[in-house]
């Protein structure tokens, strides 16, 4: 399966975040996006996961136009993890992480035996079984983190578009994040993050994307994007690139 | 998952209950077999003002009671569910001023003398359009704070129409009658009026019902829902028509009930553990109980005629919502 923003441009209140944006993410691969702020990240993953609608341009699942897909069927494909982590109502972790079942039922919603499976599996593996009966409203920001993305998990999708899955997590559940996205990419799913620490990028992405003022600057291997040219032009700092026990780092200053 | 199955079937018999009471309930005495029996099976000779009572005057009360409920429950729990919002109610869509300055409107023009039906479908007129101009104003695209704010426009709009049309009404009749009429009342309602009312109740109810998968989905806001295939477009309009077919009935039939949607759907809440999906059923028949067993104390306690079913449920509803406030400041503290 690939999802595919082919030329997709989207101007809001009259300034362009994306300007004519070709970006894919494959079955298999971990992608990385990477860029400043306001470099049209988020809106490029809204736009992908059929949130956002292109003012031009398309979003293809395997060559087909995702406007011409039932909303269902894309949610039981594509899975988005939105950057804000508002939750609204004191729900208990179980509630939200079942959300993640909702495209595969209609009107009536008891949870089956995929259901259950999908929903522990999810909770076991950003481990937070844990906390299932406790309500979101009582739980850390990192643990609030790790239940929304076990929500997308749930939700069982081929794709798996996440806006910054990471930010706020300790180091040790960090590392457990990317392993885990690492993973399910090897074991056949498409994951396209966006993330702002560029060692885990390098240590860990298949590819990353490199965006800056609504453009793609660069699309390929992680040591060529991390270069020390494209860094300035991106994010206008010095970058060194290189490796501490054989694990890449990246260090701006 | 499992929730609370006994909450449903438990409001429900609460809701027949105070369905039998409120046919029971009335300055004629008349007992529980004796009125069934007359509601039922109808006339014979010896029982002709029983059945009268009991057909003509008692049973759109209850009935209306039933609907008037459910459609402010119910559409409270709607509305809070989309604007994700507690302290949101059905009137904030402009749909209770629009139908009250409807119907003022058919006071004042004396429109309502002409036919018994004239007043509530007058009402109903201005509930829709109040409520078009919303979605007008709204747009195709616009979001929660948008219909918010577009219906307190249009709230203030036909307030202010309606203040006017009371302070240009020569006639001190219209004028008490259009005051008492805005109090809320089922008083000395027809079939007629429940009919009118469940023909558009019913419809409202029915889909209110059926957004709450929709209600889930949006607990993780909107960008989350839209990517679990939830056509946020529809379910906006979906919920603002609904409020305007059952509030907009409701209103035109009644008058202005406060309260009832805004305390319901919080009384509620945390049985069925804050989930806005859920919340909807119970709401519908929790709403039903209130406005039912309100209306039974106002013919216990209110003989003469005085006390207004919008006023017992303001005066309720009101330190209520000063709770609320307070219980708010609290959790913010904390």
């Known amino acids: 399966m690939r999802l595919e923003a082919e030329a997709v441009a989207i101007g809001l209140g009259g300034r362009q975040i994306l300007r004519i944006v070709s970006a894919h993410v494959a079955a298999g691969e971990l992608v990385g996006i990477i860029g400043p702020n306001g470099a049209g990240k988020s809106t490029l993953l809204k736009a992908m996961a059929g949130v956002l609608r292109p003012a031009g341009g398309r979003i293809a699942l395997d060559g087909a136009d995702c406007a011409g897909l039932a909303r269902s069927e894309m949610a039981r494909r594509v899975a988005y993890l939105p950057q804000s982590r508002i939750v609204h109502w004191p729900v208990t972790v179980e509630t939200l992480v079942a959300l993640g079942r909702l495209p595969y039922h209609g009107f009536a919603v008891e949870w089956d035996a995929d259901d259950r499976v999908a929903i522990d599996r999810a909770l076991g593996d950003l481990q937070v079984a844990h906390l299932r009966k406790r309500l979101v409203s009582e739980l850390s920001g990192g643990e609030l983190a790790r239940v929304l993305v076990a929500r997308s998990l749930a939700q069982q999708p081929r794709i798996l578009l996440a806006d910054e899955p990471s930010a706020g997590l300790d180091p040790a559940h960090q590392l457990a994040l990317f392993r885990h996205l690492r993973s399910l990419a090897e074991s056949g799913m498409g994951v396209l993050v966006a993330l702002h620490d560029l060692s885990a990028a390098a240590r860990f992405c298949h590819r990353l994307i490199l965006m800056k003022d609504g453009e793609i600057l660069a699309d390929g291997r992680p040591d060529m994007v991390l270069t020390p040219e494209l860094m300035r032009r991106a994010f206008d700092v010095a970058a060194v690139h290189g490796t501490v026990d054989g694990v890449p780092v990246v260090i701006a200053h | 998952m499992t929730g609370h199955r006994w909450l449903n079937p438990a409001l429900a018999a609460v809701v027949i209950a105070l369905l039998l009471g409120s046919l029971l309930t009335g300055p004629a005495g008349v007992g529980l077999v004796e009125g069934l029996n007359a509601l039922l099976f109808g006339s014979s000779a010896e029982r002709e003002a029983t059945v009268l009572i009991m057909r003509e005057i008692r049973l759109p009360r209850a009935l209306l009671g039933l609907l008037i409920g459910a459609a402010l429950g119910l559409s409270g729990a709607a509305l809070q569910g989309y604007l994700r919002n507690p302290l949101a109610e059905p009137g904030l869509i402009g749909v209770?001023?629009?139908?009250?300055?409807?119907?003022?409107?058919?006071?004042?023009?004396?429109?309502?003398?002409?036919?018994?039906?004239?007043?509530?479908?007058?009402?109903?007129?201005?509930?829709?359009?109040?409520?078009?101009?919303?979605?007008?104003?709204?747009?195709?695209?616009?979001?929660?704070?948008?219909?918010?704010?577009?219906?307190?426009?249009?709230?203030?709009?036909?307030?202010?129409?309606?203040?006017?049309?009371?302070?240009?009404?020569?006639?001190?009749?219209?004028?008490?009658?259009?005051?008492?009429?805005?109090?809320?009342?089922?008083?000395?309602?027809?079939?007629?009026?429940?009919?009118?009312?469940?023909?558009?109740?019913?419809?409202?109810?029915?889909?209110?019902?059926?957004?709450?998968?929709?209600?889930?989905?949006?607990?993780?806001?909107?960008?989350?829902?839209?990517?679990?295939?939830?056509?946020?477009?529809?379910?906006?309009?979906?919920?603002?028509?609904?409020?305007?077919?059952?509030?907009?009935?409701?209103?035109?039939?009644?008058?202005?009930?406060?309260?009832?949607?805004?305390?319901?759907?919080?009384?509620?809440?945390?049985?069925?553990?804050?989930?806005?999906?859920?919340?909807?059923?119970?709401?519908?028949?929790?709403?039903?109980?209130?406005?039912?067993?309100?209306?039974?104390?106002?013919?216990?306690?209110?003989?003469?005629?005085?006390?207004?079913?919008?006023?017992?449920?303001?005066?309720?509803?009101?330190?209520?919502?000063?709770?609320?406030?307070?219980?708010?400041?609290?959790?913010?503290?904390?």
């Open chain 2, 96 to 334: 209770s001023a629009g139908g009250t300055l409807g119907a003022v409107l058919a006071i004042h023009t004396g429109l309502a003398g002409l036919t018994v039906l004239a007043l509530p479908l007058s009402g109903l007129l201005g509930a829709f359009l109040a409520v078009a101009v919303v979605m007008g104003l709204t747009g195709l695209r616009g979001g929660p704070l948008t219909l918010i704010l577009a219906g307190v426009a249009v709230t203030s709009v036909c307030g202010a129409l309606t203040a006017l049309a009371l302070s240009l009404s020569r006639n001190p009749y219209a004028t008490t009658e259009i005051l008492f009429w805005m109090l809320g009342s089922l008083a000395d309602r027809s079939l007629l009026h429940a009919g009118l009312a469940a023909l558009l109740i019913l419809p409202g109810l029915a889909v209110l019902l059926g957004t709450g998968r929709a209600l889930e989905a949006l607990t993780l806001g909107e960008e989350a829902a839209a990517s679990l295939g939830i056509d946020l477009e529809r379910v906006r309009r979906v919920i603002v028509l609904g409020t305007a077919f059952a509030v907009g009935a409701a209103t035109s039939v009644a008058g202005t009930i406060g309260f009832v949607g805004l305390v319901v759907p919080h009384l509620i809440r945390p049985l069925v553990g804050h989930r806005p999906g859920r919340l909807l059923l119970p709401s519908l028949l929790g709403g039903a109980a209130l406005v039912l067993a309100a209306d039974i104390v106002v013919r216990l306690f209110g003989d003469s005629g005085e006390l207004k079913l919008g006023v017992l449920t303001s005066i309720i509803g009101a330190p209520f919502f000063l709770y609320l406030v307070l219980k708010a400041r609290k959790e913010l503290v904390t």
